[in-house]
C-alpha cells in the first residue's frame, strides 16, 4: 500500500523527486495489485454463488411468476433440469468459470437473453449517469468548499454545511420525486423520466442530455454533502498551513492563495476519497434509475437478485469489484503522481 | 436574512439545472401531436415476446394471433382459424380449418404446419414453457393438408378451444434452433396486427402497424410501451402528458377523475382475493370457525377502503361476469358478526380471557400470512384480522416472501389471489381438487370433498353448456358450505387515459394483465378526437 501522510502536516519538506520518478514504481504497484484482484474476484464469484445456493428461491417458480398457480410440479422441474439449476453448486460454479474463462458469460434466466448482451445494453447507460454526476459532484464540491472555508463561519459556510447536512439526510428516490414533482410536473422544464422522448423515432444525443439533466442533478446533489464537506475542511486546515499563511504574508492575492496553494495541499486526500466513495455512487444511479426509469443496471440486478439468476449476479457483482477495484488503484497511482511526499516503490 | 437549507439547496439547484437546460435541445415533441402514435405504459416489462413460452397467450397479444381469439365480452370467436374449430361427439378430436391469405409480418404465408409446429413446441420438454401444465390433455397435433390443423385429445376436455388462443408462430424462423435462446424471443414475427419495430430492454416496445393484417389495417400507425416500473412515477409522467394510457394503482388512478383531459376506466376482473383457511390447522380446520370468518368479514369496507371502491365483493371462485357463476353462493356484503358469534357459541367456542375464544382449551387463533411486498394484500389481512377480532378469533398477520410462505402453506393461512375470466376449470380444477392436495400452490391446504372432485371432473367431461352449469353451481355451493377460502373481494384494474381517445372497450380482465391482455387489448382500432 501507499503511504498516506496527513496533507496538514509538513509541507516544508520540498519536492526533491520530479514527477517522472514519482510514478517509477507504478508498474510494480499495478502488478502486485493485480496479484490481490483475482484472489479477490474469485472470492466474490464464489461468495455470490454461495449466497445464492443458501437462498430458497425457486428460479423456475420465479419464471413461471402468475402461471406457478397452474404450472405443474413435473413441468417445472423439467425447466430446472434445463437450465441445469439443481445440479450440485460447485458443478454450476465450474460451468460458469469454464464458459468465463472461453469468454461466455452465461444465460440469464431472469431476462432470458446472454448476461452479455444485458450487460452490453445498460452498461453504458448506468457508467454515463455515474460519471456525470461524478464530474459535477468534484467540480461544485472543490468550488463550493473551497469558497466556505475561505469565508469561513460566514454565511456562504454556514448556509452550505445546513444544506448538505439537510440533504445527507434525505433519502436518494425522496429527493428524485422532489426534483420529478418541481421541474417535471410543476416547471415543466424536464422530461420526468424515461431516456428519450417517448415516441423518439431514435435515441439523438440531444434528447438523451435532455433526459439526463435530472437524473444527473439528484445523483450528483445527493452524492455532493460529503465531498463538499470533506473539502471544506481540509481547505480550512491547510489556509492555517505555514506555506500558505506564508503565500499570504508574501502578499500574494486571496484566489491564487486559495485555489493555488490551499485547494492543493487539501486535494490529495480527496483523490482517495473518491475511489472509497464510488461504490456508494453506483449504489444511488440504481435508485436513480429505478425513479426515472432509465434502462441501466439498477433494475436489472435487482431482478437478477429476486430471480436467483447466478450468471447474471455474478456477472454485474464482478464488474463492479473490478470498476472499484480499477478506481482505488487510479486514485493511489494518481495520488502518487500528485504528492512528491509519496513513493510507489516503498 | 438567512437562507434555510433547503430553500438554498432549491435556488442553487434550479439555477444550475437553468444553465444546463438552457442549452440543450429546445423542445421535446409533444406526444399529442404525434398524431397516430399510441404511447401506453405498463409496470411490467415482458422477458419474451414468444407466445411459445407464455407471453400474451389469451388472445390479446398485439403481435400474434391464435386459432381463436376473444371479443369485447371474451366470447370466443375465430382468429386465424376460418371459423370456430369443430369437435368430435366424443370430445377428443379438434379440427380447425384456416382462414386464406393469412402472412406473417415478413410476408410468409401462414400455413397448418406453422400451427402445428407452435403447438408442439409447447409439448416439447426441452422448451422452458410453462404452458406444457395447460395443454396436458393433447396428445397430437396434426397437419392433415395446408389449411387444416387436427389435435387429438388424451381425454375429452370441454374448455379445450379456449386454449387455443395461443399464439401462432412461423415454423420457419424457428425450425432447428434453441427455441429458448432464440433471437425470435426478441424479434419476433407475428401475424398480429402489429410488428416489432425495436425494443430497448428496460426502456420501451414500439410496434408499428402491419398493413397485411387480416383484419383490416390498424387505424394508428405507430404504438409505444414505456415500461415504467415504480408507481408514482408512472401517474407522475402520465400527468405530464406523456402517455395516452396507463395503469395506476386505485388511489394513483382517483387523482385524475378531476383532472381535466383524463378520464378512469375501472376494468371489472376475474381476479380474487381471499384468505386460504388450511386443514392442517387445528383451528381452521373447524368448519365452525370458516364459516364464522365467512360470516364476520365487511367485504363492502374492503372493497370501500382498502381499493377505493375499485373492486366488488367477492364470494366464489367464479367471477360475476362469468356464465358459470352460481348467484345463490353470494352472502351479505356487510358483516354480520351476531350471527357469526352465534354460530360460534353454537360450536363450543366459549369466550375466554381477553376476548379470544377458546375449546377444550385451544384458543381460537391463528396467524395469517401475505407477501410482504404486496399493500394490498397487506391491509386486506389487517381488514381481516380487524373483523375477526370483533368475534373472539385472534389472528397475526405476518408478512413474508414467497418462499418463506411455501413450506407452512399446510398448516397456516394465507391470503391469496388468482382467478380468470375464460373458464372455471383452468384455476379451479387444481386448486380445490382432492387429487392436488399439497402441491405446492394447488390446493395447499388440503381441501378434499367428493362432491367437489365429481362437479370439477363433469365439468372438464361434459361438452354440453346446460350439464357444465349444472356441474359447476353444485361445485359453488359445496365451497360456500365448506368454505376452504374466505373470498373477500374482485378487484377492479384501473387505468388513466386521455379523453380524447375513442374506441376504448374494456373487457374483463384475468389475473395476469401487462403488455397484453390489458384495457388495450383492441388498440389497433383506437382513434383520436
Redesign the interface.
Known amino acids: 500500500m501507499t503511504e498516506r501522510p496527513n496533507p496538514t502536516q509538513a509541507s516544508e519538506h520540498p519536492a526533491t523527486n520530479r514527477r517522472r520518478s514519482r510514478l517509477a514504481g507504478a508498474g510494480t504497484v499495478v502488478r502486485r495489485r493485480l496479484a490481490v484482484a483475482v484472489p479477490v474476484l474469485v472470492a466474490t464469484s464464489i461468495g455470490m454463488f454461495a449466497l445464492g445456493a443458501a437462498?430458497?428461491?425457486?428460479p423456475a417458480?420465479q419464471?413461471?411468476?402468475?402461471?406457478?398457480?397452474?404450472?405443474?410440479?413435473e413441468?417445472?422441474a423439467?425447466?430446472r433440469a434445463?437450465?441445469g439449476v439443481d445440479d450440485p453448486l460447485p458443478v454450476q460454479y465450474l460451468r460458469w468459470i469454464g464458459n468465463l474463462l472461453r469468454g461466455d458469460l452465461g444465460?440469464s434466466t431472469?431476462?432470458?437473453?446472454?448476461v452479455a448482451s444485458?450487460i452490453a445494453?445498460?452498461a453504458g447507460w448506468t457508467l454515463l449517469l455515474v460519471s456525470a454526476a461524478l464530474a459535477v459532484v468534484l467540480v461544485?464540491s472543490l468550488l463550493l468548499g473551497a469558497l466556505a472555508a475561505y469565508r469561513r463561519g460566514g454565511?456562504f459556510d454556514?448556509?452550505?454545511r445546513?444544506?448538505a447536512?439537510?440533504?445527507e439526510s434525505m433519502p436518494v428516490f425522496w429527493l428524485s420525486?422532489a426534483?420529478?414533482?418541481?421541474?417535471?410536473?410543476a416547471l415543466?422544464?424536464?422530461?420526468?423520466?424515461?431516456?428519450?422522448?417517448?415516441?423518439?423515432t431514435s435515441t439523438?444525443w440531444?434528447?438523451v442530455?435532455?433526459h439526463l439533466?435530472?437524473p444527473i442533478?439528484v445523483l450528483a446533489?445527493s452524492q455532493a454533502p460529503w465531498f463538499v464537506l470533506f473539502v471544506r475542511d481540509a481547505v480550512a486546515d491547510s489556509l492555517r498551513d505555514d506555506h500558505v499563511l506564508a503565500a499570504r504574508a508574501r502578499g500574494l492575492p486571496g484566489r491564487t492563495v486559495l485555489f493555488g496553494h490551499a485547494l492543493r495541499t487539501a486535494l490529495l486526500p480527496f483523490l482517495t476519497l473518491i475511489g472509497t466513495h464510488l461504490p456508494e455512487l453506483v449504489g444511488g444511479a440504481v435508485l436513480v434509475e429505478?425513479?426515472?426509469?432509465?434502462?441501466?443496471l439498477g433494475?436489472?440486478t435487482v431482478q437478477a437478485a429476486l430471480g436467483s439468476d447466478f450468471p447474471l449476479l455474478a456477472a454485474i457483482t464482478l464488474l463492479t469489484t473490478a470498476v472499484v477495484l480499477t478506481a482505488n488503484l487510479a486514485a493511489d497511482l494518481g495520488y502518487a503522481a500528485a504528492d512528491p511526499r509519496v513513493r510507489l516503490n516503498d | 436574512m438567512r437562507p434555510t437549507p433547503r430553500r438554498l439547496v432549491a435556488m442553487a439547484a434550479a439555477g444550475g439545472l437553468l444553465a444546463v437546460a438552457a442549452c440543450s435541445s429546445p423542445a421535446t415533441p409533444d406526444a399529442s401531436a404525434a398524431g397516430d402514435t399510441f404511447v401506453v405504459a405498463t409496470a411490467g416489462e415482458p422477458e419474451t415476446l414468444n407466445p411459445v413460452l407464455n407471453y400474451g397467450v389469451d388472445g390479446a397479444s398485439l403481435i400474434f394471433d391464435g386459432l381463436v381469439s376473444r371479443d369485447g365480452q371474451n366470447r370466443l370467436v375465430p382468429g386465424l382459424a376460418a371459423e370456430l374449430p369443430t369437435v368430435s361427439p366424443d370430445g377428443r378430436t379438434v379440427t380447425a380449418k384456416l382462414r386464406d391469405g393469412v402472412q406473417f409480418h415478413d410476408g410468409s404465408p401462414l400455413t397448418s404446419a406453422d400451427v402445428v409446429f407452435t403447438y408442439r413446441t409447447v409439448l416439447d420438454p426441452k422448451v422452458d414453457s410453462t404452458l406444457r401444465s395447460d395443454l396436458e390433455m393433447l396428445e397430437s397435433v396434426e397437419a392433415p393438408d395446408a389449411s387444416t390443423v387436427v389435435f387429438r385429445l388424451r381425454y375429452a376436455y370441454a374448455p379445450f378451444l379456449q386454449r387455443l388462443t395461443l399464439g401462432v408462430v412461423p415454423a420457419k424462423a424457428l425450425t432447428g434452433q434453441d427455441v429458448n435462446k432464440a433471437e425470435f424471443n426478441r424479434r419476433p414475427v407475428g401475424t398480429g396486427p402489429y410488428q416489432v419495430e425495436s425494443w430497448t430492454p428496460g426502456d420501451r416496445l414500439v410496434l408499428t402497424a402491419n398493413d397485411r393484417y387480416f383484419a383490416g389495417k390498424p387505424t394508428n400507425r405507430r404504438l409505444v410501451v414505456a415500461f415504467v416500473a415504480d408507481d408514482n412515477i408512472r401517474a407522475q409522467r402520465m400527468r405530464a402528458g406523456e402517455f395516452d394510457a396507463a395503469e395506476l394503482a386505485p388511489k394513483l388512478a382517483s387523482g385524475f377523475d378531476s383532472v381535466a383531459g383524463y378520464r378512469v376506466e375501472r376494468v371489472p376482473t376475474a381476479d380474487y382475493r381471499g384468505v386460504m383457511l388450511p386443514m392442517g390447522n387445528p383451528v381452521t380446520a373447524d368448519p365452525a370457525i370458516r364459516r364464522a370468518l365467512n360470516l364476520a368479514v365487511d367485504r363492502t369496507a374492503m372493497v370501500n377502503g382498502v381499493l377505493g371502491g375499485a373492486g366488488e365483493p367477492g364470494y366464489g371462485p367464479v367471477p360475476p361476469s362469468s356464465e358459470f357463476v352460481e348467484p345463490a353462493v353470494a352472502g351479505k356484503p356487510t358483516a354480520d358478526p351476531a350471527a357469526a358469534t352465534a354460530l360460534l357459541d353454537g360450536a363450543g367456542w366459549i369466550p375466554g380471557a381477553g376476548g379470544t375464544r377458546v375449546r377444550d382449551g385451544r384458543p381460537a387463533r391463528f396467524t395469517l400470512m401475505y407477501p410482504a411486498s404486496d399493500s394490498l394484500r397487506k391491509e386486506l389481512a389487517l381488514a381481516v384480522t380487524a373483523d375477526a377480532k370483533k368475534i373472539g378469533i385472534e389472528i397475526t398477520p405476518e408478512g413474508l416472501t414467497w418462499d418463506a410462505i411455501d413450506p407452512r402453506l399446510n398448516t397456516d393461512p394465507l391470503i391469496m389471489g388468482y382467478g380468470t375470466p375464460y373458464d372455471p376449470d383452468f384455476v379451479s380444477y387444481k386448486l380445490f381438487g382432492s387429487r392436488f392436495a399439497g402441491q405446492g400452490y394447488f390446493n395447499p391446504g388440503h381441501y378434499t370433498s367428493t362432491v367437489v372432485d365429481q362437479a370439477l371432473q363433469e365439468g372438464r367431461d361434459q361438452a354440453d353448456p346446460g350439464r357444465r352449469k349444472a356441474a359447476y353451481s353444485t361445485f359453488q355451493k359445496q365451497l360456500a358450505t365448506d368454505v376452504p377460502w374466505v373470498y373477500l373481494t374482485y378487484l377492479k384494474h384501473t387505468y388513466v387515459l386521455r379523453d380524447s381517445i375513442d374506441g376504448v372497450t374494456p373487457r374483463v380482465e384475468a389475473h395476469e394483465h401487462d403488455v397484453a391482455n390489458s384495457l388495450w387489448w383492441n388498440i389497433h382500432t383506437w382513434t383520436r378526437r
Open positions: 437462498s430458497p428461491v425457486d417458480k419464471y413461471a411468476g402468475a402461471a406457478a398457480f397452474t404450472t405443474t410440479e413441468n417445472l423439467q425447466i434445463n437450465w444465460w431472469s431476462r432470458h437473453e446472454p444485458v445494453a445498460r461544485a454565511l454556514r448556509g452550505l445546513a444544506a447536512y439537510a440533504v420525486l426534483a420529478i414533482a418541481v421541474f417535471a410536473l415543466g422544464w424536464l422530461p420526468a423520466g424515461g431516456l428519450t422522448d417517448v415516441t423518439a439523438s440531444t434528447d442530455a435532455h439533466i435530472l442533478g446533489v429505478t425513479v426515472f426509469s432509465l434502462p441501466g433494475a436489472v
